[in-house]
């Protein structure tokens, strides 16, 4: 039966009816599960929650060949599926979950379009002393190392109309075991004719910039004040090079003021089809790891490369709970924030503000989730 768009309350009293059979489904095999562990027999299944995200996984572009015999129009290729629940008098059921056995099949009987790579990122945010300096973390996954240059941006920021930029940035990479990479002050101290011919030298002299080509793995790059400066400070990463190793995660810790002072990461997909991208903002959870001062409320936008809103977040349970706990990426805390999101190749801004203008330290995230 089609739902009704006319009539909200029935939209989410259908919607209501269909995630209350999901849980019990859920409670069914968690049951059976524990059942067959006791006996000896280990299963592993495994759900999908939400069709949306399992057909851009699944299959590109989406097809659907159900056909609404009251309006035959509706049976169109591209037709969303979440449109209608189907009810056989004991299981409600969307479309989009029907549907699913075919793009698997399809998944599984020939090739799809290769998904879009991440192929810039950026933070903007306030760089302080201690645990407020700025802090990009990435990871880079797949078999081969990649080349890339990485970048802490200061007195640029006052040309484009930031007040109280960082005079004079410092950048280091760090590995997963803690130990450095490397480091530098001044772009032009080392590097200089490499960094130049990469196209993504530094305007000020005073900036800082590493070309490094580093092997699948975690990495933070920690921007810092000379002489324990502050300022608001921009840190990027380009890669350099056509590897097939992509970044996979990526996160940006800092300070989170008001005004020219929030907390801005910046993301290019590059062409293919629209990766699925998980944006977090979390704050409350850092007090677990030490942070003296998190961000209690943070609030999370997703903009384009226009500055329209995509996507707005504050309390990641008050939008799309069931896609984002699909996708076993749930902020631990209710107050933090979550947008999951298919992004077409382009730019976007990510921003982190804390919510009636608190002020800490934040965590922003963006994970891709899948090849």
């Given at each position: 039966?089609?739902?009704?768009?006319?009539?909200?309350?029935?939209?989410?009293?259908?919607?209501?009816?269909?995630?209350?059979?999901?849980?019990?489904?859920?409670?069914?095999?968690?049951?059976?599960?524990?059942?067959?562990?006791?006996?000896?027999?280990?299963?592993?299944?495994?759900?999908?929650?939400?069709?949306?995200?399992?057909?851009?996984?699944?299959?590109?572009?989406?097809?659907?060949?159900?056909?609404?015999?009251?309006?035959?129009?509706?049976?169109?290729?591209?037709?969303?599926?979440?449109?209608?629940?189907?009810?056989?008098?004991?299981?409600?059921?969307?479309?989009?979950?029907?549907?699913?056995?075919?793009?698997?099949?399809?998944?599984?009987?020939?090739?799809?379009?290769?998904?879009?790579?991440?192929?810039?990122?950026?933070?903007?945010?306030?760089?302080?002393?201690?645990?407020?300096?700025?802090?990009?973390?990435?990871?880079?996954?797949?078999?081969?190392?990649?080349?890339?240059?990485?970048?802490?941006?200061?007195?640029?920021?006052?040309?484009?109309?930031?007040?109280?930029?960082?005079?004079?940035?410092?950048?280091?990479?760090?590995?997963?075991?803690?130990?450095v990479v490397d480091?530098?002050?001044?772009?032009?101290?080392?590097?200089?004719?490499?960094?130049?011919?990469?196209?993504?030298?530094?305007?000020?002299?005073?900036?800082?910039?590493?070309?490094?080509?580093?092997?699948?793995?975690?990495?933070t790059a920690v921007?810092?004040?000379?002489?324990?400066?502050?300022?608001?400070?921009?840190?990027?990463?380009?890669?350099?090079?056509?590897?097939?190793?992509?970044?996979?995660?990526?996160?940006?810790?800092?300070?989170?003021?008001?005004?020219?002072?929030?907390?801005?990461?910046?993301?290019?997909?590059?062409?293919?089809?629209?990766?699925?991208?998980?944006?977090?903002?979390?704050?409350?959870?850092?007090?677990?790891?030490?942070?003296?001062?998190?961000?209690?409320?943070?609030?999370?936008?997703?903009?384009?490369?226009?500055?329209?809103?995509?996507?707005?977040?504050?309390?990641?349970?008050?939008?799309?709970?069931?896609?984002?706990?699909?996708?076993?990426?749930?902020?631990?805390?209710?107050?933090?924030?979550?947008?999951?999101?298919?992004?077409?190749?382009?730019?976007y801004t990510v921003?982190?503000?804390?919510?009636?203008?608190?002020?800490?330290?934040?965590?922003?995230?963006?994970?891709?989730?899948?090849?």
């Amino acid at each position: 039966m089609p739902n009704s768009f006319g009539d909200p309350t029935r939209v989410l009293a259908l919607d209501y009816a269909s995630a209350i059979y999901r849980d019990h489904l859920k409670s069914v095999i968690a049951s059976t599960k524990s059942g067959l562990h006791g006996s000896g027999i280990t299963i592993q299944v495994y759900p999908f929650d939400v069709w949306l995200d399992v057909i851009r996984v699944l299959g590109q572009p989406a097809h659907y060949n159900f056909v609404n015999t009251i309006d035959s129009a509706q049976g169109a290729s591209g037709v969303n599926p979440d449109q209608y629940l189907f009810w056989d008098d004991i299981h409600p059921t969307t479309g989009g979950h029907f549907e699913l056995a075919n793009e698997a099949n399809r998944l599984l009987s020939g090739p799809i379009a290769p998904l879009g790579k991440a192929t810039n990122i950026s933070s903007r945010g306030m760089v302080g002393t201690g645990q407020n300096v700025l802090i990009a973390g990435f990871i880079i996954s797949g078999n081969q190392p990649k080349k890339v240059i990485v970048r802490a941006l200061g007195p640029t920021l006052s040309t484009l109309g930031v007040s109280g930029a960082l005079a004079d940035p410092t950048i280091t990479i760090v590995n997963s075991s803690n130990v450095v990479v490397d480091s530098n002050d001044n772009w032009r101290n080392r590097q200089e004719t490499e960094i130049a011919a990469s196209g993504f030298a530094p305007p000020n002299d005073l900036e800082s910039a590493i070309i490094a080509t580093l092997a699948p793995g975690s990495y933070t790059a920690v921007v810092s004040g000379k002489n324990s400066g502050t300022g608001v400070a921009l840190v990027d990463l380009y890669q350099l090079d056509a590897s097939t190793s992509i970044f996979r995660n990526l996160s940006t810790r800092g300070f989170v003021g008001t005004g020219d002072n929030v907390l801005i990461g910046g993301l290019i997909i590059g062409n293919g089809e629209p990766p699925v991208i998980v944006l977090r903002a979390i704050g409350p959870t850092l007090s677990s790891f030490g942070i003296a001062q998190p961000l209690q409320d943070p609030t999370l936008e997703l903009r384009d490369a226009n500055g329209a809103l995509i996507a707005f977040d504050n309390d990641w349970k008050d939008n799309t709970p069931t896609g984002i706990k699909a996708t076993l990426l749930n902020p631990t805390d209710n107050r933090e924030s979550a947008i999951i999101a298919s992004l077409a190749a382009g730019n976007y801004t990510v921003i982190v503000r804390g919510n009636n203008g608190t002020t800490g330290v934040a965590l922003v995230e963006a994970y891709r989730l899948h090849e």
